[in-house]
């Protein structure tokens, strides 16, 4: 019998499994893909968000201005890459400006701090390249820009490195509430591998969530996906903008974002459709043109520089906000559902809201030896070259470069894989080093990255994966045909 299992190891769910280890808990982790990251919380923006969009007395209000606080403090601790280079919300037209100063005074009543309304002369100073139909923003000094994949990554390797244990391509079929002998209730979990029981369920499945949700309450929920796409640009278009540029928000989201990431690059997107298929993340010729579209409005000269683009599935509940706490007729059973914008953000501050109420139900003790700290990959792209030269007389292999465009060698890599929740996809190599994200999106990389992970695993490259089961890139050697 665990203590507690969480469904989904996205973003929520490895936030809450990381503050969880820090109690007496047996805790598993339940994941239907091959790695951590693999749903909505490898396909975003990208964005710490402030805090001002939400509406006040919400539940994304309250977790997003207290998640952007803490991850200004965890990107630290966990050492993932976060930079706080603010926000500006647009206004295109003069009668833009009274929605400028309501997001204004909303943001005032969330808590957010240092908002202020800046004048054209002043916005086009801190980005010359804002289009010129700008006559205001909304400036909020405390918006960011986070790597999704290594926010995510973090809190799973320090939740495991704390004792949590993760099962990956392990779907769950059917959820259904028990009662021992004691009479305590407790939750009996199907899942394509086999069976668990456990005291307590906490549901963070992501568009999933309502499926999830509804196999144990009579009070349901419906949870629609919405598409988001994307366009992410070379390098060379990464200084366009400093901040990240939104536009004045709509029923369907925050609009089209101009933003540079924290890797270097330029972003702009998402796209808001409404989607019947929860797995549908295909781009189309119409949506992307959309993003370009709109971007187009927030700067001039928008670069045609775009490498890849993609889509993203957002969670968005009916009922318009987030869904976390315990089932009202399903005691120990806990939502985190409908987790869509400003979600990332939020997650944090979800995690230590639902190990409190964890906390409430099981009174655990505190670990004495909980691990606090995380240390990442060591970049060769970004280190010195006094750090790079300690790294390389540490091991050689970090003097192999295996992706040009990002410069990430053999020793990331390695790293990569024999680390705590280590990769064992080529995608889960990607997200962690970068190999395969740049210019030549894996041209040049992908066939000398298959080897390493082959070894490392002790498989044949034949069973080397994209993402898990499935998504294998080798049928089999040429020569054997002929």
Do not use: W
């Amino acid at each position: 019998m665990r203590d507690v299992t969480v469904i989904g190891a996205g973003v929520t769910g490895s936030c809450i499994a990381r503050e969880l280890s820090r109690y007496e808990l047996d805790i598993l982790v339940l994941e239907k893909g091959s790695d951590v990251c693999e749903g909505t919380s490898k396909a975003n923006s990208g964005i710490a968000h402030s805090g001002y969009d939400a509406k006040p007395g919400t539940l994304k209000a309250r977790f997003n201005v207290e998640g952007n606080r803490l991850i200004h403090v965890l990107s630290r601790e966990l050492d993932f890459p976060f930079k706080e280079n603010g926000s500006l919300v647009l206004a295109l037209d003069e009668e833009g400006r009274s929605g400028i100063r309501d997001l204004y005074e909303r943001g005032i009543k969330n808590g957010v701090p240092d908002l202020r309304i800046v004048e054209r002369d002043e916005l086009k100073a801190m980005e010359p390249a804002v289009s010129d139909s700008a006559v205001c923003a909304l400036y909020a000094p405390t918006g960011g820009i986070v790597c999704p994949f290594g926010m995510n990554i973090a809190f799973a390797e320090n939740a495991a490195d704390n004792g949590v244990e993760f099962l990956f391509e392990t779907k769950v079929t059917s959820v259904e509430r028990r009662t021992d002998d004691d009479g305590k209730i407790y939750y009996h979990i199907e899942t394509s591998k086999g069976s668990a029981d456990s005291r307590i369920v906490i549901n963070a499945a992501g568009v999933y969530a309502d499926r999830i949700h509804n196999m144990v309450s009579e009070k349901k929920i419906h949870i629609t996906p919405r598409k988001g796409q994307y366009c992410l640009m070379d390098k060379a278009a990464g200084s366009l903008v400093s901040h990240t540029l939104f536009q004045l928000p709509t029923k369907s989201g925050k609009g089209v974002l101009v933003t540079p990431t924290v890797h270097g690059n330029l972003m702009t997107g998402p796209t808001s459709d409404e989607s019947l298929d929860a797995e549908d993340t295909a781009t189309t010729a119409e949506g992307l043109g959309t993003v370009i579209s709109r971007a187009s409005l927030s700067v001039k000269e928008l670069p045609r520089m775009t490498i890849t683009s993609f889509a993203g599935l957002r969670a968005h509940e009916d009922g318009g906000d987030f869904i976390i706490g315990e089932a009202e007729d399903s005691p120990g059973f806990i939502d985190a559902a409908g987790i869509e914008s400003p979600g990332l953000t939020a997650a944090p501050a979800i995690g230590v809201f639902v190990a409190g109420l964890v906390r409430d139900i099981l009174e655990p003790a505190e670990k004495e030896n909980f691990i606090s700290v995380r240390k990442g990959i060591p970049s060769m792209a970004l280190a010195t070259e006094e750090e790079r030269q300690a790294l390389i007389k540490e091991d050689p292999a970090y003097s192999h470069v295996i992706c040009r465009c990002e410069l990430v060698t053999e020793g990331e890599i390695r790293n990569a894989i024999s680390r705590t929740l280590g990769a064992t996809t080529i995608d889960g190599i990607k997200r962690r080093t970068r190999a395969g994200m740049g210019r030549c999106q894996a041209g040049f990389c992908l066939a000398r990255t298959i080897p390493i992970l082959a070894e490392m695993l002790g498989k044949p490259e034949e069973e080397i994966t994209k993402c898990g089961t499935g998504s294998e890139y080798i049928n089999g050697n040429i020569k054997d045909g002929i």
